[in-house]
C-alpha cells in the first residue's frame, strides 16, 4: 500500500470545540483565521479546511464570515479551500450549508450520525443527500468526513449512485469520543472499506495524533491532517505556539518516512481539483 507520492498537508486553524482556554493563540475572526492559513504555506500545508468564529469565539453560520475567510486565503496564497458542512453539534444543517456560498474548492460532506462526546451529532441520508445536491448545484467537489466503518459504507454507496460527485476523496477521523478508535485495527478497518482508487486524508485527534499519521503514511494515505481543530499540543504537556509549527512538524514526520510534501500545485492533481470551483461550473 505505499505511496510514492508527496504527501497534502491539511491545516484545520479553528474547528468547532476548542477553546483559547485551552488554546490561546486559536484564531477566530476572518483575519485571523486566514492569516493563520497563510502562515501555514511555507510550513508545507497545500489545503485549509475552514470553519468559523463569532467574535466572542463561538461557533458560527455566518456565510459573510466564509466568505472573507476563503477570499483572504486566496488573496494571499494558492492555498486550496476547504469548508466544513459538519458545524458544531447544535447547528441544523441549513447552517452547516452556509460555507457553500463562499464557493470554496472542496468541501466537507458527513455521510452518518455519531455520539460526539456527551453529545449527539446528527447526519440524517436526507441531510446528507441535501449537502451532495447543494455542492453539486454550485459546483463544490466533495470529501466524505466518516467517523467510523458504517460512515464509509454509506459514502461509497452515495458515489456509486452519483449523490456524491467526482472521485472519491476521504478524511478517515480517528479517536473521537463516540467515533471509531484511534487504533492500528481500526484505521485498517477503515483503508479496507475504501474504494481502491480513492484518495484519503488521516485525521487523528489529540495524543493520539503523531503515531496515527504516522501509521497513515506508511499505509500509503494520501494526505494528513493538523491543526488547533484536532490537537492543540506539540508534544506532550507542550501547547503549539501556532498552527504554522504543527503544519512544520507534520511536514518533518513526513520526510522523515520517505514522503515529499506536497504542494498546492500537486495536491490540486493528486485531489483531482479544478483550479477553481465555480458556481454552475
Known amino acids: 500500500m505505499w505511496n510514492s507520492r508527496p504527501v497534502v498537508i491539511v491545516v484545520a486553524p479553528t474547528g468547532a470545540e476548542v477553546t483559547r482556554a485551552q488554546q490561546p493563540a486559536l484564531p477566530h475572526t476572518p483575519r485571523e483565521i486566514a492569516d493563520s492559513a497563510l502562515e501555514c504555506v ?47 453539534v447544535d447547528m441544523s444543517i441549513e447552517e452547516r450549508l452556509t ?68 472521485p472519491p476523496r476521504f478524511n478517515l477521523v480517528l479517536g473521537v469520543p463516540g467515533g471509531i478508535g484511534a487504533t492500528p485495527e481500526a ?45 492543540v499540543y506539540l508534544r506532550k504537556g507542550v501547547l503549539a505556539s501556532s498552527n504554522a509549527e504543527l503544519v512544520a512538524a507534520a511536514a518533518d514526520l513526513a520526510r522523515s518516512l520517505g514522503r515529499e510534501v506536497a504542494t498546492t500545485a500537486q495536491a490540486r492533481e493528486i485531489l483531482q481539483l479544478p483550479r477553481l470551483a465555480r458556481i454552475g461550473s
Open 99 to 166: 460555507g457553500l456560498d463562499a464557493v470554496p474548492d472542496l468541501a466537507g460532506i458527513e455521510t452518518g450520525s455519531l455520539n460526539f462526546g456527551d453529545d449527539l451529532f446528527i447526519t440524517s441520508r436526507a441531510d446528507s443527500f441535501k449537502v451532495g445536491a447543494l455542492a453539486a448545484e454550485a459546483g463544490v467537489p466533495l470529501e466524505a468526513e466518516v467517523f467510523d466503518v458504517g460512515h464509509v459504507h454509506s459514502a461509497v454507496a452515495m458515489m456509486e449512485s452519483g449523490q456524491i460527485a467526482g
Open 42 to 88: 511555507d510550513a508545507g500545508a497545500s489545503l485549509v479546511h475552514i470553519h468559523v468564529r463569532e467574535p466572542d469565539g463561538t461557533p458560527s453560520a455566518n456565510p459573510l464570515y466564509f466568505r472573507e475567510t476563503v477570499d483572504r486565503v486566496r488573496e494571499g496564497s494558492d492555498l486550496i479551500t476547504m469548508v466544513s458542512t459538519g458545524g458544531s
Open 187 to 231: 484505521l485498517d478497518a477503515m483503508v479496507r472499506a475504501l474504494p481502491r482508487d480513492a484518495n484519503w486524508t488521516v485525521t487523528a485527534i489529540g495524543r493520539h495524533q503523531q503515531r496515527m499519521l504516522a501509521l497513515g503514511l506508511l499505509l500509503g494515505a494520501t494526505g494528513i491532517r493538523v491543526g488547533f481543530e484536532d490537537n
